[in-house]
């Protein structure tokens, strides 16, 4: 989106007056329709080590009270998982080490 000089000197005067920090204040802490059943999800995928699906997960959230979509359940399952495989370690490769002479 482009903005003249008019709109960046207005925003560059408000900030310097501390009204932007406000404004942001206001609006933040946006509750989501997912927060309410983000510890059961990172309960569930934990117990898998982050391999439960969504899919699998959803009636479970549905029954703690989860009433958004499907997609939007799925994106929460995503990011849990990968919190969840980072914490846990998983899919770390170990090297392989190969002896002279071996045959298969």
Known sequence: MWCGP??????????????????RA??????????RVRDVVHERVRATKGRGT???????ARAAGYAGSDRNFRRLV??????VRAEVGRHQRRPAVWTPGESW
């Open 78 to 83: 995503s990011a849990v998982k990968r919190q």
């Open 54 to 60: 969504a899919k699998r997960l959803l009636p479970v």
């Open 6 to 23: 008019e709109d960046v000197k207005r925003k560059v005067l408000a900030h310097q007056r501390g009204e932007l920090d406000e404004e």
């Open 26 to 35: 206001r609006r933040a802490g946006v509750p989501k329709n997912t927060d």
